[in-house]
């Protein structure tokens, strides 16, 4: 079991839903991270957040809202997604330090339709 | 030039051998070095971290970095079909503090 959780594992929503992906971490790592990978991609780093502060946005676009909403939690929130943001969505949390690699959760599986 | 490249493969190679994966990196800052194995429709997962220069092993798998190269590989002996997998570099590139960047992957398949 992988001690980072998100929910949900599958997720189909249409372009003018609003939808959230949640990440939960216990391990008391101070940075969480969303990223983005596409079908035979490697992931991309969409959002960083240390110390409960956002630090990186890799210039995502505004629909998709990250919050983390204390030291464990990590939300990403999705509204008028367009379908080329399919993807798997990871979320991954490390001690912030440049030693420390970086834990996975399991991901959300996203399809717009 | 991408700041992580990798031989895409796929690398095929007969149970029991050693398996050579490659990896170069861009950003002579780079401080830190990570193996990740990815399964089909799975999350990566951690194998193995370098920081200093040479060997570092780890059961069967053995890290080697070389910074003056910019240059770091993994090896896996005895090669399992468990092994077959996606293994993605990752480089923690220095100029932008803790912000891990992957390369492509390079596709393993281990032949029974």
């Known amino acids: 079991d992988t001690e980072v959780t998100q929910t949900p594992k599958h997720l189909v929503m249409g372009m003018t839903n609003k939808k959230s992906l949640k990440c939960e971490q216990h391990?008391?790592?101070?940075?969480m991270y969303w990223y983005k990978q596409k079908a035979k991609k490697p992931p991309e780093l969409m959002f960083v957040?240390?110390?409960?502060?956002?630090?990186i946005n890799e210039s995502v676009p505004s629909r998709f809202s990250p919050e983390c909403p204390n030291s464990s939690l990590l939300n990403l929130h999705l509204h008028a997604l367009q379908p080329e943001d399919s993807a798997l969505y990871l979320c991954?949390?490390?001690?912030?330090?440049?030693?420390?690699?970086?834990?996975f959760g399991s991901g959300t599986r996203l399809t717009v339709v | 030039q991408k700041e992580v490249e990798q031989n895409s493969g796929p690398l095929s190679v007969p149970e029991g051998a050693i398996a050579s994966l490659n990896c170069t990196y861009s950003?002579?800052?780079?401080?830190?070095f990570f193996w990740y194995r990815q399964y089909s429709g799975k999350s990566p997962e951690l194998i193995m971290s370098?920081?200093?220069?040479g060997d570092k092993e780890d059961g069967r798998f053995t890290a080697q970095l070389n910074k003056a190269s910019q240059y770091v590989s993994l090896l896996i002996r005895d090669s399992q079909p468990s092994d077959s997998a996606t293994y993605l570099c990752?480089?923690?590139?220095?100029?932008?503090?803790?912000?891990?960047?992957f390369g492509a992957g390079t596709i393993l398949r281990v032949k029974s």
């Open positions: 991954a949390s490390s001690q912030d330090s440049r030693e420390d690699g970086y834990t």
């Open positions: 391990m008391g790592h101070r940075a």
């Open positions: 957040y240390s110390y409960e502060k956002l630090s």
């Open positions: 950003d002579r800052g780079s401080q830190s």
């Open positions: 370098i920081y200093s220069n």
């Open positions: 990752a480089v923690n590139l220095g100029r932008y503090g803790n912000k891990l960047v």
